[in-house]
């Protein structure tokens, strides 16, 4: 235990640096993937007993890539805010009215489909029907989400139609508990947060308080899912015991699991044979068991020690890069970091950048098909 209390000290020290010396917001990458750190191994201390112990293995891992994420997060190191009023995009006509309408039969859907799944429970048959893709009714409001994320983070840069913002949101929230999903919460929360965050209309209580319900609602919704008390701690702490079972297994197939997405596009395409890796890992016993093992995983799985610090600096420089647009008001970076900063904060449990890079490619072409075509007449 006295390793995660000296890590934890070094931590507190280090996020306490960043905002009090270098003025660091709580919004900033650096002070959300510290944090993150620290409140995980804050759970590893109440349930040390639970669980095997972390070895040095893990812990020369998770140092570089600790190290080498403030590397490439101070290398870009954004700092400069803008004058939001020197900005003026083009808001989107109003559609409110339709997509509450449509949010409202998609909840009632959504309720039905808990009550009559047929699964167990009530969360998991919403879960397994957005992973099986049983329930033919809800697959048209799955599918419409491609289109509603992108938007809604456009609603959130322009910040001009307070009807439709507000709509959008309804919609994903919605969205969010149909698919049953931990990580869903994690996304949308983070990502209404910054918003209002950007433009000040968020106080901190307020802040402590979503957050707060935010992690409630997670563990609930984990212990109703699996049905035992330790599921939040198998979903916080022991991915990074499972993380030690890992192997190197670059050999096989060269960056299998870090570019799934374009093995999985150059097969379908069908310019390759080699088919994507499975969605679903094994699971390991930590003793719980759990098949969630940390952001690392891929990178250390397809290139050892060098693909960590390569994750590493990647994160810190795309996410710097992203919050210096985000304080400046930029339409794409702003849209990037709301839609995605929720991968920083899910560090400790997966990889949800590149699992994602599906999705952000989809949100950078469509919000640069709304700016173009909204915003012609300027242009």
Not at 40 to 67: A, E, H, M, P
Not at 114 to 135: D, V
Not at 236 to 262: C, D, K, M, V
Not at 274 to 295: A, S
Request: with cysteine; hydrophobic share 50%.
């Amino acid at each position: 235990m006295n390793d995660l209390l000296w890590v934890i000290f070094l931590l507190c020290l280090f996020l306490l640096l960043n905002i009090k010396l270098f003025k660091k917001r709580f919004s900033d990458p650096i002070v959300l993937h510290t944090s993150a750190w620290i409140i995980v191994f804050i759970i590893g201390i109440f349930n040390y007993d639970k669980y095997y112990r972390l070895n040095s293995f893990f812990w020369q891992c998770w140092s570089l890539w600790f190290v080498f994420f403030a590397i490439g997060y101070y290398i870009i190191n954004p700092k400069v805010i803008l004058n939001f009023k020197k900005i003026n995009y083009v808001a989107l006509p109003n559609y409110y009215f339709g997509l509450n309408i449509i949010s409202f039969i998609f909840f009632i859907l959504t309720i039905q489909q808990g009550l009559q799944g047929g699964y167990g429970n009530f969360m998991m048959n919403l879960r397994l029907s957005f992973i099986l893709k049983t329930n033919t009714l809800l697959q048209p409001f799955f599918f419409l989400f491609t289109f509603i994320w992108p938007v809604f983070l456009y609603e959130g840069v322009v910040y001009k139609n307070k009807k439709n913002l507000i709509a959008s949101i309804i919609f994903l929230l919605v969205y969010t508990f149909a698919s049953g999903g931990k990580f869903g919460i994690l996304m949308t929360v983070s990502a209404i947060v910054l918003i209002f965050n950007q433009r000040k209309r968020i106080k901190k209580k307020y802040l402590l308080i979503i957050l707060g319900t935010s992690m409630v609602l997670i563990g609930i919704m984990s212990i109703m899912r699996e049905q035992s008390e330790d599921a939040f701690s198998a979903y916080t702490y022991a991915p990074l015991i499972a993380f030690q079972s890992l192997e190197n297994t670059s050999g096989t197939h060269w960056g299998h699991e870090t570019f799934r997405f374009f093995y999985s596009a150059f097969n379908t395409l069908g310019l390759s044979d080699t088919p994507p890796p499975e969605d679903f890992y094994d699971y390991i016993m930590t003793p719980v068991f759990i098949n969630v093992y940390t952001v690392m995983r891929p990178f250390y799985v397809d290139f050892g020690i060098n693909g960590i610090i390569f994750g590493a600096l990647f994160y810190g420089l795309f996410f710097s890069y992203c919050y210096k647009g985000y304080l400046k008001g930029r339409l794409m970076q702003s849209s990037l970091y709301f839609g995605f900063a929720f991968a920083i904060v899910s560090v400790p449990f997966a990889d949800l950048l590149f699992l994602n890079l599906s999705l952000v490619f989809r949100t950078i072409i469509i919000c640069l098909l709304i700016f173009i075509s909204i915003n012609r007449k300027k242009i």
